[in-house]
Nanobody, 118 residues
Framework: QVQLVESGGGLVQAGGSLRLSCAAS????????MGWYRQAPGMQRELVAT???????RYADSVEGRFTISRDNRINTVWLQMDSLKPEDTAVYYC????????????WGQGTQVTVSS
């Protein structure tokens, strides 16, 4: 059974930092893209950052230069370092692991709350 275990959310003041982590287990994750999405109340879930197994990274424009995504393929873990946080970063952050070549799969974590106070 595949599990994505997230940690690191919390409450922080504007300008502060948080680091999220997501450990994946339950199958092999070769050639999988790992990433983070977020969903604020009343809003659609949106991409924050993704990283392929080869290290290609994509960021949302809103977090470029403030957030850093990284991963360790040996332990199937992805991190999101969030610096210079803003109140508009407040959301539930979800870890995602997907593979778009056969065998395809798509998994979500349970989500972790990030709240940035002004």
């Amino acid at each position: 059974q595949v599990q994505l275990v997230e940690s690191g959310g919390g409450l922080v003041q504007a300008g502060g930092s948080l680091r999220l982590s997501c450990a994946a287990s339950g199958r092999t994750f070769a050639a999988a893209t790992m990433g983070w999405y977020r969903q604020a109340p009343g809003m659609q879930r949106e991409l924050v950052a993704t990283i392929t197994s080869g290290g290609t990274i994509r960021y949302a424009d809103s977090v470029e230069g403030r957030f850093t995504i990284s991963r360790d393929n040996r332990i199937n873990t992805v991190w999101l370092q969030m610096d210079s946080l803003k109140p508009e970063d407040t959301a539930v952050y979800y870890c995602n692991v997907k593979r778009v070549i056969t065998p395809t799969y798509f998994y979500w974590g349970q989500g972790t709350q990030v709240t940035v106070s002004s």
